[in-house]
């Protein structure tokens, strides 16, 4: 069997679409740096990890070539896909060049994207320059921009019902974007803190702390009881590969004290409900930050009582962060899931719509913690488009994490549609959720709530307060009486 052949074996596995492995194997992709300035690498790193989580055939040219090829090398492996593609090399053409630096990359392709980042800033097309500012936000969130647009770029006709947006011109500050004015490149006290939830996108917000320039201290949990799949590596930015039953908070645990010897960090591999039994109520969470991945799981986080959180997600082609915290008038995070009873969507009938099983088959599975029989694993494949083996004996929980962080996509009119994984929404989630913790470290009062649609331009204008709703446990019965608010 040829490599190429290989190549597609291991995508349509991984997608299971054969459009799908097709169109990821035939396209062509080139990097091309002439910046050896710091923001110019960290854009590379970033840019190399998210594209090469997708697409199989990169070559790198430039100043950073090596690094970037050892980053999306690592990245692949993470993910178990195929990295026979990607090269320290350059060609004639390409589908896609992403040029970082000023140096007009010498190939023909349909997009050249010119990419820039200096600190707070990110910049798409001519405009901007990269720097020596050790800052990772401009680089993360500018990287996660071009790669959602090589995305778009490529499949244009398959995601034209969404109207995606070409950007080839945009300058930005990403403390505007996200509505945190007053975040400052300084020292970070984190103590208090605990990340409830260590998936995709809490993976990208940490990616941020290992390479904040100043020094972070104080005592941080990291609280999840998952090792790490064979499909994380798809979607979680900065994954690195594991071997055997890798606990996802050990591992991050490790990156952490090694990027901050100050930091005390405790990895914590348990269910929320066993952490804060342990813990005991007497001792109140002061920070929370929930990455998790259900409004189920939230409403969970939330009913833990945290004084204040940051709230990071993805769903479908959105993505966006959150901070939380509550007075009896600004919101608190179960505000914003506030179960909707016109609609009467139980968790029943959310998993129903979401895995295509019946109804009873859900509530048992749920109620006993059962894993998935084969029949009930191909039904949900067959309902997302994705292959059959990634859900096989399962716990119905279990199954959701697999199905997140990721849009349907259909390629070819005769093909089922297929679940493809976007790297490039975690990461912009988990920007936006360290801005968040920026913000609220300086600045611990008021809840705010930022969106974006991955496929377009950012906007200033999508970020608001966000007030305590009427129909809210935790604001009416704690959060209002503790701020005297309740008389
Ligand atoms: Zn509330």
């Given at each position: 069997m040829s490599a190429f052949d290989k190549n597609t074996q291991a995508l349509v596995t991984q997608f299971g679409s054969d459009a799908l492995a097709q169109r990821l194997l035939t396209t062509r992709i080139g990097v091309h740096t002439s910046d050896s300035r710091l923001s110019a690498r960290l854009l590379g790193d970033v840019l190399a990890d998210c594209i090469a989580r997708l697409w199989p055939n990169i070559d790198f040219c430039g100043v950073w070539a090596d690094r970037q090829l050892q980053t999306a090398e690592s990245a692949v492996l993470?993910?178990?896909?195929?990295g026979t593609g990607l090269k320290v090399a350059w060609a004639d053409s390409y589908d896609v060049v992403l040029q970082i630096g000023d140096e007009r990359p010498p190939a023909s392709?349909?997009?050249?994207?010119?990419?820039?980042?200096?600190?707070?800033?990110?910049y798409l097309g001519p405009e901007g320059h990269c720097s020596d500012e050790g800052n990772p936000v401009g680089p993360a969130f500018a990287a996660a921009i071009a790669s959602a647009q090589v995305f778009r770029h490529v499949f244009r006709s398959e995601l034209a019902d969404i109207e995606p947006e070409a950007i080839d011109k945009l300058a930005f500050d990403v403390r505007q974007i996200c509505g945190t004015p007053l975040a400052a490149a300084e020292e970070l006290d984190l103590d208090g803190t605990v990340f409830m939830g260590t998936g995709a996108v809490t993976h990208a917000l940490l990616w941020l702390l290992e390479n904040w320039p100043k020094k972070a201290t104080g005592a941080i949990d990291l609280v999840d009881p998952d090792p790490y799949g064979s499909s994380n590596g798809q979607r979680y930015a900065f994954m690195r590969p594991f071997a055997g039953k890798a606990m996802k908070v050990s591992a991050l645990a490790e990156r952490l004290r090694l990027a901050h010897p100050s930091l005390t960090v405790k990895p914590c591999d348990q269910d929320l409900n066993t952490y804060c039994q342990e813990r005991g109520y007497a001792l109140p969470i002061v920070r929370a930050v929930t990455g998790l991945d259900s409004p189920e799981a939230r409403r969970q986080a939330a009913l833990k009582l945290p004084q204040r959180t940051i709230n990071l997600w993805t769903d479908e082609h959105r993505?966006?962060?959150?901070?939380?915290?509550?007075d009896g008038d600004a919101a608190c995070l179960a505000c914003e899931y506030v179960?909707?009873?016109t609609a009467a969507m139980d968790e029943t009938a959310e998993f129903q719509l979401e895995t295509g099983l019946q109804p009873q088959e859900v509530r048992q599975l749920l109620d006993a913690s059962g894993h998935l029989t084969p029949e009930q694993a191909a039904t949900v494949a067959r309902h997302r488009g994705?292959?059959?083996e990634k859900l096989l004996d399962m716990p119905l929980r279990s199954v959701r994490p697999v199905l997140c962080a990721s849009a349907t996509v259909q390629v070819g009119a005769d093909t089922p549609p297929a679940d493809v994984p976007f790297a490039f929404s975690s990461l912009l989630a988990g920007v936006a959720g360290f801005m968040m913790l920026l913000s609220d470290l300086r600045v611990p009062q008021g809840s705010v709530g930022?969106?974006?649609?991955?496929?377009?331009?950012?906007?200033?204008?999508?970020?608001s307060p966000r007030y305590m709703r009427a129909g809210c446990a935790c604001c009416s019965l704690v959060y209002a009486d503790a701020a005297g608010v309740n008389g």
């Open positions: 993470s993910g178990s896909a195929p392709a349909p997009l050249i994207l010119r990419v820039a980042a200096d600190g707070w800033m990110a993505c966006g962060g959150s901070r939380f915290a509550p179960e909707d009873v994705v292959p059959v930022w969106n974006q649609h991955v496929f377009k331009a950012p906007s200033k204008f999508m970020h």
